[in-house]
C-alpha cells in the first residue's frame, strides 16, 4: 500500500468551560489549527515515525486509518491513489490503548479467535490455522490466559489481533509504541517485514529535543511539520 497525504490541514473547535465559566456558553467557541498544510508520502515497505509531544500528531494518524473525527480536514489523504470515505477496512489497522476488550479468564489463542470469527469470513478450520500463523508472528503462548500477560506481550495480543486481517498498513499508537523496547529482536523483525506499511508515533525524541515541532514527521523522503 502507498499513502500520500496532500496539503492536508485540520481544524478543530475548543469546547468552552462551563463548568468554571457558566456564561462561556454564550461566547463563540475557539477554532484551533492542529495541522496547516501537510505533505508526506508513506510508500510500501517503508516504516515511518510522527515524532511529538501534540494532539496534531495523534489527528493525523486517525486521518491516515480513516477514523472518523470531530474537526474539519481540507486537503486529501489517498490509498493506492484512491481517496476512501471513513470506515473500518482489513487492509488498515490502527493500534491503542483503547482499541479492544480483554477477557482475562480466555487464553491468547481463544481471544484472537473469537475475534477473528467477527472479522473474517472464514471456516472454523481456515481461522484456526490463521491464529497459529498469528501467533508465531507475535511469537506469544497461546495455551498462556491472559491475565498472566506481561506489558510487552498484551501489547502484541492487541497487535496480533489486527494482524488476523492481514493489513497493508498498520499504525500504532503512542501506548503501542512505547511498549515497543520490551519486545524481543525477533518479535520486531517478524512483525515489521509482515505488513507493506508500518506506522507508529512517539514522544520520546520530542522531549529529549525541546525545539522539536510538535507532530514531525520523519520518513522516507524527507519530513512534514505538522
Not at 490502527?94 to 477473528?116: H, I, K, P, Q
Request: aromatic letters at 10%; a positive charge.
Amino acid at each position: 500500500m502507498e499513502v500520500v497525504v496532500e496539503g492536508v490541514s485540520y481544524l478543530v473547535q475548543k469546547e468552552n468551560d462551563i463548568l468554571h465559566n457558566p456564561w462561556s456558553v454564550f461566547e463563540p467557541q475557539e477554532r484551533v489549527l492542529l495541522l496547516n498544510n501537510v505533505n508526506l508520502y508513506l510508500k510500501s515497505g517503508s516504516i515511518s515515525c510522527f515524532i511529538g509531544t501534540g494532539e496534531g500528531q495523534k489527528r493525523l494518524l486517525e486521518l491516515i486509518a480513516l477514523k472518523q473525527t470531530k474537526g474539519f480536514m481540507s486537503g486529501n489523504i489517498l490509498h493506492d491513489n484512491l481517496v476512501r470515505p471513513y470506515g473500518n477496512y482489513e487492509d488498515i489497522s490502527y493500534v491503542t490503548r483503547d482499541s479492544n476488550t480483554y477477557y482475562e479468564g480466555l487464553t491468547v489463542f481463544d481471544f484472537l479467535y473469537f475475534g477473528a470469527r467477527l472479522r473474517l469470513a472464514l471456516n472454523q478450520v481456515e481461522c484456526r490455522e490463521k491464529i497459529r500463523e498469528v501467533i508465531k508472528l507475535v511469537a506469544l503462548d497461546g495455551g498462556l490466559k491472559i491475565h498472566r500477560l506481561r506489558k510487552g506481550e498484551m501489547v502484541m495480543l492487541a497487535v496480533a489481533l489486527e494482524l488476523v486481517t492481514s493489513p497493508t498498513l498498520l499504525i500504532l499508537g503512542k501506548w503501542v509504541q512505547r511498549m515497543l523496547p520490551l519486545l524481543s529482536n525477533e518479535a520486531h523483525y517478524r512483525l515489521y517485514t509482515y505488513v507493506c506499511v508500518l506506522l507508529y508515533c512517539s514522544d520520546t525524541l520530542a522531549r529529549r529535543q525541546p525545539g522539536a515541532g510538535s507532530g514531525v514527521w520523519r520518513g522516507p523522503g524527507g519530513g512534514a511539520r505538522a
